[in-house]
């Protein structure tokens, strides 16, 4: 079973170099002491603002620290805010999806009302809310994060889980006198993991996407702690003299989310050929 | 039709009290009272923090405040900004106009551009414009839309200095004539309207590609074709149309997406909405004018989706006449 899609996934073009790229990139935020020319923190007043050159391949800051380096720590933060975030999110996701999807009625009928307001909120400026009023950080960031983005994979959850166990072989095993336990852990689960797995993957895109706006915004990665939304910001204040600073960390967090969209992609194709 | 409308309606309002309770309730919990800047202040009397306290009711217990709140805002009385003291409603009706100009704008290029798109990807599928459109498409999905904004202020607004970067009007627009006025508006309008409808074009060519190809697949499409239907007819009159109903939802459920991202658009461009009068008072901490954008922004919402409800029973007669039951997506 598991031969078989992996087998499937390594014939697949996206999904193969969606997880190179992510790899490349984690190794690249993992080695960033080792790799990186320079410490984020270091500044040299006497170099700054200097564009790319062979001395800092991408320049350097208003405080003239190296950009290059300031990019290759950021993927730290990237990383673990979109794990993290989303990893909150898939177990509430799952778990009101399933709780709804497997109970029906009242309880379905409440937990869904619940979800479509949650739904009416622009997700954006709930978290703006919460975090405002908060104490802005990386800690708050990935609990707000994945607080306020679970109710899409809660219905899709929900409603894969409806329509298996109307199927045949759950109504076989609930005429075998199986206990509802037993039925839903071994045989209604494994059947929705895939596409809890598809839907995760293109989450840790847009949570890192959030991240970046909020960082933007001075309300997530609080300087001197190196982020790329952040990064971009303090760039756009000097954006007429120097345009590296706003440029490379865009294009990092482009070629970050793109990849795992990519992933996102190819293993929805593994999963379900018909699509 | 109008049974299907008014079931609807009435299934909101449970939900419109939802976001009633949740913003209450959010706003319950973020710290910070009305009375804080005077509670060590030896100049102000225990008399007067009373009559403070008394002001904001903070002596009452929470669910009587909720309800009385509640009673207010039936009336739309949001109270007054803690900033410069008027009314929450009027600084957002101020603000409304804007928004709403720029979001309809932006939804109207979504709905063409998606489609458009999606459909000569469909229909050309597999050759060289589909695997350019999907690949643009792929990218422009994973594009921090800020960042473009500003990448596009940079360009178009700088470097070759053809667009208006922030704002709604010019410095001389009360000089202009009625059509200069027009115009004037129109260009400060280009650029937050292509950033914002950016990614949602990219997000609804993917839909209506899908839609578009299973359409062209369809045995109504090849019992058309068999009968001697031109082509172009084929796809413009029975696939297109049917490929469109999931449109309209997807639609429905993206504008709160677009509404947010409002949020830091309209920061960016400096635009007069009520986007960035919402990020201003949340990052001042002007309560009465946060609470009443969270209500009337999901409030919104809620009748965009009604509107995007009823659009798709209107086009679709089988949600119409299936009373809600089997295909209803909301339950």
Partial sequence: ??????????????AVAGLSAISAIFILGVLAPVIAPRTPFEQNLVERLKPPSRKALMGTDDLGRDVLSRMLYSVRVSFAVGFTAVGISVLIGTFVG??????????????????????????????????AFLEPGILAV??????????????????????LKEREFALAARLLGLKKRRIFFVHILPNVVSPILVSATMSVGSAILIESGLSFLGLGVMPPEPSWGQMISSGKDYIHLAWWLSLFPGLAILATVLSFNMLGEGLRDVFDPKL | MKKYIFRRIIHSIPVLFGITLLTFFVMQTAPGKPTDTVEFSARVSAESKQRLIKLYELDKPIHVRYLKWLFRLARLDFGNSFRDDRPAIKKIAERLPATLLLNILSLGVIFAGGITLGALCAVRHKTFIDNFVTTLVFVGYSLPAFWLALMGIILFGINLGILPISGLRSLNYDFLPWWGKIADV????????????????????RYAKSGMLDALKSDYARFARAKGVTETRVIFAHALRNALLPVITIMGLSIPGIIGGGFIFETIFAYPGMGRLGYEAIMSRDYPVVMAISVIVAALTLSGNIIADAAYAFADPRIRYSDGKNRRRDS
């Fill in chain 1, 98 to 131: 399933i709780l709804s999807g497997y109970s029906g009625g009242k309880t379905d009928a409440v937990i869904m009302r619940f979800v479509d307001v949650m739904l009416c909120f622009p997700t954006f400026f709930l978290i703006l809310m919460v975090i």
């Fill in chain 2, 186 to 205: 129109a260009r400060h309008l280009v650029l937050p309207v292509a950033i914002t409808s950016f990614t949602g074009v990219a997000g609804l060519t």
């Fill in chain 1, 1 to 14: 079973m598991f031969r078989y899609y992996f087998d499937r996934l390594k014939r697949n073009k996206r």
């Fill in chain 1, 142 to 163: 990935m609990a707000i994060i994945g607080l306020t983005s679970w109710m899409g994979l809660s219905r899709l959850v929900r409603a894969e889980v409806m329509s």
